[in-house]
């Protein structure tokens, strides 16, 4: 009896105080997108008296309708459209620049990149009325270009910090043996690098992605056309024609945030090896 005791695990507090904060955080996490996934199967009167149950009555009808309907497919084009765009341009963008601070010393390059994260001290509703003047004299005015472009000068700050922390823990060792036997600094970057950093690549991708989803400020002033509006400004106009029907506006936002939940959990295994990378020495 004393040796199994003596083997036993003692009691942590502060493992299960960890593990009621998390399930704690889950909740006010879950709770909110399950209330607004359930309400878009129940009917307007069975809401407003049943808001967080379960639906006695299943209205499948309210997704469905949603599902086949035009307006709904073309507001996720064009969310699909404007992400994609803001996520490859930050990519590419960000991953050149992050090599360079990482890798290549040249004169100012601290300084530039103090000045690059200055970046995150301002917020794009601070610079709406510029940046539209700058994309009206661009011609991008209520284009896809329009909204995206801004996205990626705003998200750039952020992706290049995360990228260079990536870069500068792969073995320096590499980089000189690969400049020794010819390669370039493009080569090296190209082969070596970017297959390397794959989860960082992933993380920056989702962030980007996800904000760029969820925008609402900059189509608002950028786009003009109802044809060109991601969903923020589409579930706008759709709760302006079906105001008092919050259990359809509930189903639509089901829908629409549907493709980040799922973006999000297939690149999870990614994002977390991304932003974890480099944590741990020796």
């Known amino acids: 009896m004393s040796s199994v005791d003596a083997t036993r695990t003692p009691f942590d507090p ?13 909740v006010f996490v879950l709770v909110p997108l399950l209330a ?87 917020p794009a509703a601070t610079a709406v009325l510029p940046l539209f003047i700058k994309v009206r004299d661009l011609g991008l005015l209520d284009t896809y270009f329009g909204v995206a472009l801004p996205q990626v000068a705003f998200s750039l700050a952020m992706s290049v910090l995360l990228l260079r922390r990536f870069f500068k823990d792969i073995p320096y060792e590499l980089l000189e043996a690969a400049l020794v036997d010819g390669c370039s600094y493009i080569k090296f970057f190209r082969y070596v690098t970017l297959p390397l950093s794959r989860p960082i690549l992933a993380t920056v991708g989702t962030i980007t992605f996800v904000n760029s989803w969820n925008a609402y400020l900059l189509p608002l002033v950028m786009l003009n056309t109802d044809a060109l509006y991601p969903w923020p400004l589409g579930i706008m106009v759709y709760q302006g024609e079906y105001s008092s029907e919050w259990h359809l506006i509930l189903a639509f936002i089901t829908l629409t945030i ?15 090896a991304g932003l974890t990378a480099g944590a741990v020495k020796g």
Do not use: C
């Open 14 to 26: 502060a493992v299960l105080f960890k593990a009621l904060f998390l399930a704690l955080v889950a």
């Open 36 to 122: 607004t996934l359930l309400g878009g199967f129940k009917s307007l009167g069975e809401l407003r008296v049943n808001p967080f149950g379960l639906p006695q009555h299943w209205e499948w009808q309210n997704y469905a309708d949603i599902l086949f309907s035009v307006r709904y497919w073309q507001l996720l084009r064009n969310s699909l459209i404007i992400s994609s765009l803001a996520v490859a341009l930050t990519l590419i963008v960000a991953s050149m620049a992050a090599f360079t601070f990482a890798h290549i010393k040249f004169y100012g390059s601290s300084m530039l990149l103090s000045y690059l994260t200055l970046g995150l001290l301002f």
């Open 258 to 272: 549907l493709p980040t939940i799922l973006l999000f959990l297939l690149a999870q295994k990614h994002i977390v």
